[in-house]
């Protein structure tokens, strides 16, 4: 199992009522369409073999007997597969009428799972505890609350809940996934109403998130008596509270990947969950397992959720946070003036927007943020004059200060060469801004609003004690994705067509620091060319330290996402930098100030990323040496 994915499939073909073999032939044949998918899990509906709407004739000997023949041919067809299948059928258990999931594996027949939920149900309650069963010339046992488990599978450990009707609560998946299993099947039997897919589906993805575990569900399908309703197939797959697939109507089968050593990372930070035990395990005779191909998609925009109406809220609810933590912080300290160092690019633009929002709601007027633009020697017209712009159109009082002598002054002082480009060039003028700002925000009785984001300081692009340092950060929590997409979304809000050009134009500006010396007033220094595009570093961040996966699993994701835009040996080399900056840097990192979080991550020293600034990335970097040595 490469990576921690195994392909899962929930399949609802169209059968015909009480017509058992024609039932088992249709069971079949999907089965030999999800083996040429490779799909490792295959589950179908509740009552596969003779549709869930057979009424009293779940009770006639022919149709108990005609169920059991098609499960012997199911069985027999599933010699030669490394396929986990959970396929129902009504059991007859003595005096008792049980409906039960076959649990099947390459012609062994392991166990038949009964349901536990039997309200409203022509069923009965299985109280034994593994009585044996046969089935033709196969043997096994009723096997209540078991865990089916694999060796090569790694973490994979599965579960089926028969039922799991939209009227009944759900107790058996959250004490399967709690026992240990990463995949919870559910053989369902509910009815198409108006509302089935949409309930079942906020259902299914909260359930997945709130247990850490992935959700397969197959509902019956259309071949099922419409006497009383009408059925229609639904099959979802659904992972920590994300839809992978979705089938609904004939011949359904939805198919994707889950993510076992995703869902193991995310187990083992939250804490609760058992490990499997003396379960049941499956195994499949030895065979090397192929590893799966990829077919769920990934993302380029991980932080940023798709489909414009959730993006927009995404924003709204993003600057809501910043608004309100940075109005708390100015409440606290008993502060009327926000102090911000506006340069043209877009985490000082957002930082100065949230300036404004934030004195709006407290009723203060908008010349009490104090935008100071601090031009240099790398300083250009075009990211000078959007700071201006933005800062006027919002009603900010704009302070126009030229640092050049200061920091010439400052190059004497500690015997600096004026054409020594070297870092402590750079540095010093990072250095005096802060200085600024902060003696201004003293001296006004304000806030020295900061402006780096995450991204900048997961990879160290900041000066220690310059742009590095604030008050209070509102960016300090979102990612360079994140604070262009809540520009963007303030530009297309905004009637003022002078602020939203300016807007759109900081937009389009390459990142840059602007302190190195300038010739034609082009900018030059472009920070993208130095640590790499900042969309591909905040896709590591997600993957990497978000999901807790390692760089070799990290690059072939980034491959599936961004293959179209980088070569194999660019993903490499970027990511080679990332992580040498993600620990090189942390020193940054662990003397942070206050800033809100707008996700479940952060870099804050005190809730967020914790590592020692000392900690060695070499584990790291032999993992991509291997990997350029094997592959590239």
């Known amino acids: 199992m490469k990576d921690g994915f195994v392909k899962v499939a929930a399949a609802a073909p169209v059968i015909r009522v009480a017509d058992c073999d024609y039932n088992a032939s249709r069971v079949i044949e999907e089965i030999e369409k999800a083996a040429a998918l490779g799909v490792k899990v295959l589950a179908f509906p509740e009552l596969t073999l003779t549709g869930v709407t057979c009424g009293d004739?779940?009770?006639?000997?022919?149709?108990?007997?005609?169920?059991?023949r098609a499960?012997?041919?199911?069985?027999?067809?599933?010699?030669?597969?490394?396929?986990?299948?959970?396929?129902?059928?009504?059991?007859?258990?003595?005096?008792?009428?049980?409906?039960?999931?076959?649990?099947?594996?390459?012609?062994?027949?392991?166990?038949?799972?009964?349901?536990?939920?039997?309200?409203?149900s022509p069923f009965a309650e299985y109280e034994g505890d593994g009585d044996p069963v046969s089935v033709g010339a196969f043997e096994s046992c009723l096997c209540s609350n078991t865990l089916f488990t694999h060796a090569a599978l790694g973490d994979l450990s599965v579960a089926v809940e028969l039922g799991a009707d939209l009227d009944e609560p759900l107790s058996p998946a959250c004490a399967y996934a709690l026992e240990g299993a990463t995949l919870v099947v559910?053989?369902?039997s509910f009815p198409q109403t108006v509302y089935s897919d949409d309930e079942r589906k906020s259902e299914l993805l909260a359930l997945s998130k709130r247990l850490c575990c992935s959700l397969l569900l197959a509902a019956p399908g259309r071949g099922e008596s419409t006497t009383d309703n009408s059925y229609s197939g639904l099959c979802l797959i659904a992972e920590n509270g994300e839809l992978l697939a979705q089938s609904e109507g004939a011949d359904s089968l939805a198919v994707s990947e889950i993510d076992v050593q995703y869902l193991m990372n995310l187990r083992r930070a939250a804490g609760g969950y058992d490990v499997p035990g003396s379960e049941l395990c499956i195994e499949f005779w030895g065979r090397e397992l192929s590893d799966t191909v990829l077919t769920r998609p990934y993302r380029k925009h991980p932080h940023l959720p798709e489909g414009e109406e959730a993006l927009r809220k995404y924003c709204e609810r993003m600057l809501d946070i910043q608004i309100s933590g940075l109005v708390k912080r100015m409440e606290y300290a008993h502060l009327d003036h926000c102090v911000v160092g506006i340069s043209g690019g877009v985490d000082s633009?957002?930082?100065?927007?949230?300036?404004?929002?934030?004195?709006?709601?407290?009723?203060?007027?908008?010349?009490?943020?104090?935008?100071?633009?601090?031009?240099?020697?790398?300083?250009?017209?075009?990211?000078?004059?959007?700071?201006?712009?933005?800062?006027?159109?919002?009603?900010?009082?704009?302070?126009?200060?030229?640092?050049?002598?200061?920091?010439?002054?400052?190059?004497?002082?500690?015997?600096?060469?004026?054409?020594?480009?070297?870092v402590a060039f750079e540095n010093a003028q990072a250095r005096e801004r802060t200085q600024i700002l902060m003696d201004i925000a003293n001296k006004c009785g304000g806030l020295d609003v900061g402006t780096e984001d995450l991204s900048e300081y997961i990879d160290g692009w900041c000066t220690y004690n310059g742009d590095h340092t604030s008050m209070y950060d509102v960016n300090l929590g979102m990612t360079k994705t994140q604070v262009r997409a809540a520009v963007a979304h303030i530009a297309a809000g905004t009637d003022d067509k002078i602020l939203k050009a300016a807007l759109y134009d900081v937009l389009d500006c390459p990142v840059s620091p602007e302190l190195l010396p300038i010739h034609d007033d082009l900018i030059e220094q472009k920070s993208e060319d130095s640590?790499?595009?900042?969309?591909?570093?905040?896709?590591?961040?997600?993957?990497?330290?978000?999901c807790?996966?390692?760089?070799?699993?990290?690059?072939?994701?980034?491959?599936?996402?961004?293959?179209?835009?980088?070569?194999?040996?660019?993903?490499?080399?970027?990511?080679?930098?990332?992580?040498?900056?993600?620990?090189?840097?942390?020193?940054?990192?662990?003397?942070?100030?206050?800033g809100p979080a707008v996700e479940a991550f952060s870099v804050s020293p005190r809730t967020g990323l914790r590592m020692p600034s000392d900690a060695e990335a070499a584990l790291f970097m032999k993992l991509l040496e291997d990997y350029e040595k094997s592959v590239l």
């Open 57 to 68: 004739l779940f009770r006639h000997r022919v149709v108990l007997d005609g169920a059991l």
């Open 531 to 546: 640590v790499g595009s900042y969309s591909l570093q905040d896709f590591f961040t997600h993957k990497l330290l978000i």
């Open 349 to 422: 633009t957002l930082a100065v927007l949230i300036s404004s929002m934030a004195v709006k709601r407290m009723g203060l007027p908008s010349t009490n943020v104090i935008a100071c633009t601090m031009p240099c020697f790398g300083t250009s017209s075009r990211t000078k004059s959007n700071a201006v712009v933005v800062a006027e159109q919002i009603g900010a009082e704009v302070r126009v200060i030229d640092i050049t002598k200061s920091v010439l002054q400052h190059f004497d002082d500690i015997g600096h060469a004026h054409d020594d480009y070297s």
């Open 71 to 120: 499960l012997e041919r199911v069985i027999e067809a599933s010699k030669g597969k490394d396929m986990l299948l959970f396929v129902g059928l009504p059991y007859a258990f003595g005096a008792k009428l049980l409906s039960v999931a076959a649990v099947i594996c390459d012609g062994e027949l392991l166990g038949l799972v009964p349901r536990e939920s039997v309200k409203n």
């Open 186 to 188: 559910q053989m369902a």
């Open 548 to 594: 807790g996966f390692d760089p070799i699993k990290t690059l072939r994701l980034a491959k599936a996402a961004y293959g179209d835009e980088f070569s194999d040996a660019e993903l490499v080399k970027w990511l080679r930098s990332y992580c040498t900056r993600l620990f090189g840097q942390q020193f940054k990192r662990s003397c942070l100030m206050d």
